[in-house]
């Protein structure tokens, strides 16, 4: 079954780059990465998705691995409207296209 | 861009009673999934309809039922309510691609409190 693992949490300062990174052993071969934000009360926001290599959109990047076994979002100079909670979820394998969440990353991003 | 809507934002029920949540997904987008998410806890799946027949089921309560009508529209009826079922729930939708390849969009979600 296709599971996440994730920090708990990561402090940063304003003007930093921030590296989330999420391990995704058991990820089935055609599933693509997808990554989320989420604030308080409200719904997962799309950041990023992508399937090997790099992937870069106006607000992040997204480093993969040859082996696809982990990814890592990159988040440039990061700003207080930057701490949320960040999801990689999975779908499980041959099972649906539902997102399995696992344990997000909480980010707080300090003055 | 159009987003995806849910209705109501809010809702308040007594145990016991029913609530029925509506979701309307992107323009031209054909699947729809709903989460369910508890205080402090992760999105859960509920289930999700793909061209108005259900497509996946997670762990959704047999107290819980959910269709998507022609307009792709979808609504989540909830009966006998538990405090328990008190959570944000959300609903998103996404153009289904090659297996794997879709992107869901999550819309703001409804928090119900069951009193």
């Known amino acids: 079954l296709a599971k996440t693992t994730q920090p708990i949490s990561m402090d940063s300062y304003e003007g930093q780059e921030v590296n989330i990174t999420c391990s995704h052993n058991n990820i089935a071969t055609n599933d693509y990465i997808t990554w989320y934000q989420q604030f308080p009360s409200q719904g997962p926001r799309f950041i990023i998705q992508?399937?090997?290599t790099k992937v870069t959109n106006e607000v992040a990047s997204l480093f993969i691995p040859a082996d696809r076994k982990s990814s890592t979002l990159s988040l440039p100079r990061v700003s207080l409207s930057d701490t949320a909670v960040y999801y990689c979820p999975l779908r499980p394998n041959n099972a649906g296209n539902m997102l399995t969440f696992g344990g997000g990353t909480r980010l707080m991003v300090k003055p | 861009a159009a987003g995806v809507i849910q209705s109501p934002r809010h809702l308040i029920k007594e145990k016991r009673e029913t609530a029925t949540l509506k979701c309307y997904p992107i323009p031209r987008h054909d699947t729809v999934y709903w989460y369910q998410q508890g205080p402090g806890q992760d999105p859960q799946f509920l289930i999700s309809?793909?061209?108005?027949?259900?497509?996946d089921k997670g762990s959704i309560p047999d107290r819980f039922s959910a269709q998507q009508f022609s307009d792709y529209h979808s609504e989540l009826n909830m009966s006998s309510l538990e405090l328990g079922d008190s959570a944000l729930y959300f609903c998103a939708s996404s153009l289904l691609g090659p297996e794997g390849t879709d992107t869901q969009y999550f819309g703001p979600g409804t928090r119900l409190t069951v009193l």
């Open positions: 309809f793909y061209e108005k027949m259900q497509s």
């Open positions: 992508g399937y090997k």
